[in-house]
């Protein structure tokens, strides 16, 4: 499951052929295990797309798995790989950019209808802020940290400004959108009505 994650040889986009067989060694395995175990799961159901699924999981590990300090447990130690490996199963959930986008809110779960998130870092150098209610994005900010172009999937059409003003997107056949950023620049994005 590799090449699921953290990899990205598998894809749903790109490899759908390989997408059912995936989940047919997901459904064996099960949805039980240590902290890591339990933390790759995570992962990898949210690299399916599967956010309700990998919620179920993620809430067996905060039952069954961790410390009320949120510490996986391996037995009864600290285990430190599970307790960044839910971190990033989470991540995965709410930002992937592993296939060269942004993707925003991939799996999210039905329960998390309303949130937000400060400081998550996507490949390319973008650091975002995000919020969402009714499972839709309401608000978007990104910092460029290098001053790549900036390819994003927000599940919907927005424009995006820069200092007050507009900056020109280009929209992409698969519902993404670029646009060209400066290092340092801060950029936002508002979601058209």
């Given at each position: 499951m590799y090449g699921l994650y953290p990899g990205n040889v598998i894809s749903v986009k790109r490899t759908?052929?390989?997408i059912d067989g995936c989940k047919a060694v997901l459904n064996q395995r099960g949805d039980g295990g240590t902290g890591w175990s339990r933390a790759w799961k995570i992962s990898l159901w949210a690299r399916l797309y599967d956010g309700n699924r990998a919620n179920k999981i993620f809430k067996a590990y905060l039952q069954k798995q961790c410390n009320p300090q949120l510490f996986a447990l391996c037995g009864k130690t600290?285990?430190?790989d599970g307790t960044m490996g839910v971190a990033a199963g989470i991540?995965?959930?709410i930002l992937q950019?592993?296939?060269?986008?942004?993707?925003?809110?991939?799996a999210l779960p039905d329960e998390w209808s309303e949130g937000r998130f400060d400081g998550v870092i996507a490949r390319g150098g973008f650091e975002l802020d995000m919020k969402w209610q009714d499972q839709s994005i309401t608000e978007v900010e990104i910092l460029s940290k290098a001053g790549k172009p900036c390819r994003i999937?927000?599940?919907g059409k927005f424009k995006v400004t820069s200092n007050?003003?507009?900056?020109t997107v280009k929209a992409n056949k698969d519902g993404s959108f670029t646009f060209k950023t400066i290092e340092g620049g801060l950029y936002k994005l508002?979601?058209?009505i």
């Open positions: 759908p052929q390989y600290l285990q430190t991540t995965e959930m950019s592993h296939e060269g986008i942004i993707d925003l809110l991939p999937d927000a599940g007050g003003k507009k900056v508002i979601r058209k």
